[in-house]
């Protein structure tokens, strides 16, 4: 039995100024980029389909034609990501040049391993050739055989930038590295998630602070296409055999890429073939294959038939079929073409289906960018296509089972990803210091009374899809980092913080939490590893903004939600108008009053809706046994805000405060002045 979690609904106003090009045939993204085709450095962070390829081409093109680079060299992930950089006739839309690549240095499309292909690229860098594309392995392999020196002068386009990481293991992020160190290339990096290699950094810091970077969020993104006008995350829980309940979330009228799970997961059945063989069997009768395109034919009870494509079986000859069917460039536009893709392992980054309405996936993705990259595949815009979802399925814990703790942390990862989608599709936060001196953004929209100078205000500029939010007793970032990071990177910093373990255990499931030792002493720890380069107010800055842009995010879901509609009559306004309604709603919107909300209240509420009662009591137990006392480190972390208390207050928290976050300040300082006290003693 499958139960259906509130998803969340973002609806968008559909105005079509995503997809409008330019006199030089640019888009939004690409006009953005192109301003900043004279930077050396460029991190290009956009979501899937925004046309960051085509935004690469031109300006690649202005690199060799005006600035003197030598060549430009394209580096993809995996073979089939290059055929998105094929020749373009960029003049025909307006633009000075066209875009060609010789056939000899796609090398995507070239035959053999990548020996011969590294050699490839040593016959291209001695010729007068302009453009090469080849995969991240070639780079890297022909970097290792020639060195760094070779590259001097030309541009390094690196695609899903996201694959790279700072880790020394990761031989690309090395060899970037060493690349910057030298300065004697131009690197253009593009990346449609918005968590740079999940847990490990990219670029070292010094080396990231050299990039420019231009950001083109998914609410412009989706505010902006022509005919995709709503999208919907959420999460279900089954129980039993995943294939037994699927029809409950797959629905056979909409287009569907289902990824079922890996076979090493919790939720598979060790027979993907089987698993694939029940889904079809659910959908309707076999009818038998397609011989042109190698589609399994599934007539459903109502008479229509199902065009299947099956990317999980292995004989080689089939597969190989129908992937191909499925890239057919003549059937691009063809909604007919195929109605359910069932994969395992692809199907994912790269792959352009504009169809497709429901990206299904069975299973807990550990990683977020493959959870950005999945969801990509369903928010292409395309004609009569207003609504798209994700929907994540996942086995509900039982307390029976051996695996309950892995199950619990499935559990745990999925609502920590659900957050972070949350806050990827909102728009962007711009917070700044409520003084005497503030007043109205042009261009902003404060509501019905227009400004008051008398209240903490919340603008909105829909053409930017910029918030403009007043929070009195905010901490301003000072360094140009810090600037960079609240303006760039806050949902990296709020990734970091949901995905650790014990905070998002301790905010769903610990009835004693005091919030702020999450808000302020969890979130404050993370920014200090994250950002240990930054002096103390500028980490103070910047957890502040984290905390604000994930609190209020939740707030006008939470305000959304409970309207009873489910998020969806509300237009395309639903969390502008939560968040400015809890900014009404309160009487002083300041840092405190943010700081003493439980970033994970309305999850857990959600939570509650939906798994069964005993699930939720036997998860709760399983955390609750292992749940640890004051550690010295979180004591230190304490005191350091009871000093803080004091210096405002003038007295030091005291541990009989009705204030249950005072009493916590309190009891940290108690907690070491025992600790120094049997030291004492010995």
């Known amino acids: 039995m499958t139960k259906g979690v509130p998803s969340v609904s973002v609806k968008y106003a559909a105005n079509g100024s995503s997809t409008k090009s330019n006199e030089l045939g640019m888009r939004a993204m690409q006009e953005r980029a192109y301003e900043k085709r004279g930077e050396q450095y460029l991190l290009i962070k956009s979501p899937p389909a925004s046309g960051k390829s085509r935004a690469l081409m031109f300006i690649a093109l202005d690199k060799l034609h005006n600035q003197g680079l030598r060549q430009a060299i394209v580096v993809v992930p995996e073979k ?21 690549v ?7 499309n070239a035959p053999g391993g990548d020996d011969g292909k590294v050699g490839a690229v040593g016959k291209f860098l001695a010729s007068d050739d302009k453009v090469l594309v080849c995969t991240h392995a070639t780079f890297r392999f022909a970097v290792d055989k020639f060195g760094i020196e070779v590259f001097d002068d030309r541009l390094i386009a690196v695609d899903e930038f996201h694959h790279v990481s700072a880790n020394p293991d990761n031989k690309l992020g090395t060899h970037l590295g060493a690349l910057v160190a030298r300065d004697k290339v131009h690197l253009v990096a593009m990346t449609g998630s918005y968590f740079r290699g999940d847990a490990e950094a990219v670029l070292s810091p010094e080396d990231e602070a050299r990039f420019d970077t231009v950001t083109y969020t998914y609410y412009e993104q989706l505010n902006g ?9 959420g999460y279900f829980f089954y129980s039993g055999s995943y294939a037994d309940d699927i029809l409950k979330v797959l629905d056979p009228t909409e287009k569907t890429i289902l990824h079922i799970p890996n ?28 011989p042109a395109t190698g589609f399994q034919l599934v007539k459903t009870p109502v008479g229509r038939v199902l065009r299947i494509a099956d990317l999980v079986d292995d004989e080689p000859a089939k597969r190989d079929k129908v992937s191909a069917a499925l890239k057919d460039p003549a059937q691009k536009n063809n909604r007919d073409h195929v109605d359910i893709i069932i994969a395992l392992g692809m199907a994912k980054e790269g792959f352009d289906w504009i169809w497709c309405e429901h990206a299904l996936t069975v299973g807990y993705r550990a990683s977020l960018t493959e959870i950005v990259q999945i969801i990509g595949r369903a928010t292409r815009d395309a004609e009569g296509k207003t609504r798209a979802r994700f929907t994540n399925l996942i086995a509900e814990p039982d307390a029976a089972a051996e695996a309950v703790t892995e199950a619990v942390n499935d559990t745990l990862k999925a609502i920590a990803a659900s957050l972070l989608m949350e806050q990827v599709l ?46 009195k007793g905010l901490v301003e970032p000072k360094s140009k980092e810090a600037k960079r990071i609240c303006q760039e990177d806050l949902n990296e910093v709020i990734t970091a913080f949901v995905q650790d373990k014990t905070t998002i255990e301790r905010g769903l499931f610990d009835e004693e939490l005091v919030p702020e030792e999450l808000t302020q002493v969890r979130m404050g720890k993370i920014v200090g590893a994250k950002f240990p380069e930054l002096n103390a107010e500028d980490q103070e800055a910047v957890r ?25 009559t509300t237009g395309n306004t639903a969390l502008i108008d939560g968040v400015r309604k809890f900014a009404m709603d309160v009487r002083e919107l300041d840092i405190d009053l943010i700081d003493r909300i439980n970033p994970f209240g309305e999850a857990y509420s959600i939570l509650a809706k939906t798994m069964s009662e005993e699930s939720l009591r036997q998860v709760q137990a399983v955390i609750s046994a292992k749940k640890v006392q004051l550690s010295p480190d979180e004591a230190r972390d304490l005191a350091k805000r009871a000093v803080k208390f004091k210096q405002e207050r003038g007295r030091l928290p005291s541990i009989t405060s009705p204030d249950p976050w005072e009493k916590k300040m309190a009891e940290g300082v108690a907690y070491l002045a025992r600790m120094k006290q049997e030291a004492a003693n010995g």
């Open 263 to 290: 076979v090493n997961s919790r939720e598979s059945t060790k027979d993907k073939h089987r698993e694939v063989e029940h889904i079809i069997d659910a959908l309707g009768d076999w009818q038998g294959t397609d």
């Open 102 to 108: 010789q056939p000899q240095w796609n090398l995507c």
């Open 544 to 568: 502040q903004h984290a905390v604000a842009a994930l609190n209020l995010t939740q707030k006008a879901k939470e305000i959304a939600l409970s309207s009873g509609d489910d998020m969806q």
């Open 225 to 233: 296409y022509k005919y995709l006008k709503s999208l919907d995350i």
């Open 426 to 471: 909102a728009p962007r936060f711009n917070f700044t210091p409520k003084t005497a001196k503030s007043g109205p953004l042009e261009g902003f929209d404060y509501g019905e009374g227009g400004y008051d100078p008398n209240k903490e205000n919340v603008g909105f500029n829909e053409a930017s899809g910029q918030f403009q939010i007043e929070i």
């Open 80 to 100: 089939s990501i290059g055929s998105s950089f094929n020749d373009e006739p960029l003049s025909k839309h307006g633009f000075w040049a066209d875009w060609t």
